[in-house]
């Protein structure tokens, strides 16, 4: 089975910082596209990051730019989000996913995902 899950989430004061992991099952992650979404209460799964397979580069979201790092361990299976200076904003379910075609900001654009992992940045 093709599964992705996250872990690392948590409860973080403004300024803060984790590191998500979305650890891959069932498929080498070195021949997949990853990307990382978020759900803020009320709003709209948006796009945060993608690591691009055929590109070798990443891309983030203007939002987080600059304070969220995207990395991949493929000895490990495992691919990373690092999120640094974390503001209320911030707050949200936070999701791996996975495809063979390349980055998309659409997550029809995905066929395999994972849980997600709550991150609450305090007020």
């Known amino acids: 089975q093709l599964q992705l899950v996250e872990s690392g989430g948590g409860l973080v004061q403004p300024g803060g910082s984790l590191r998500l992991s979305c650890a891959a099952s069932?498929?080498?992650?070195?021949?997949?596209?990853i990307g990382w979404f978020r759900q803020a209460p009320g709003k709209e799964r948006e796009g945060v990051s993608c690591?691009?397979?055929?590109?070798?580069?990443?891309i983030y979201a203007d939002s987080v730019k600059g304070r969220f790092t995207m990395s991949r361990d493929n000895a490990k299976n495992t691919v990373y989000l690092q999120i640094n200076s974390l503001k209320p904003e911030d707050t949200g379910v936070y999701f791996c996913?996975?495809?063979?075609?390349?980055?998309?900001?659409?997550?029809?654009?995905?066929?395999?995902w994972g849980q997600g992992t709550q991150v609450t940045v305090s007020s």
């Open positions: 069932g498929f080498s992650l070195n021949s997949y596209t």
């Open positions: 690591f691009n397979t055929n590109g070798g580069s990443v």
């Open positions: 996913a996975a495809n063979l075609f390349g980055c998309s900001r659409s997550r029809d654009a995905y066929t395999s």
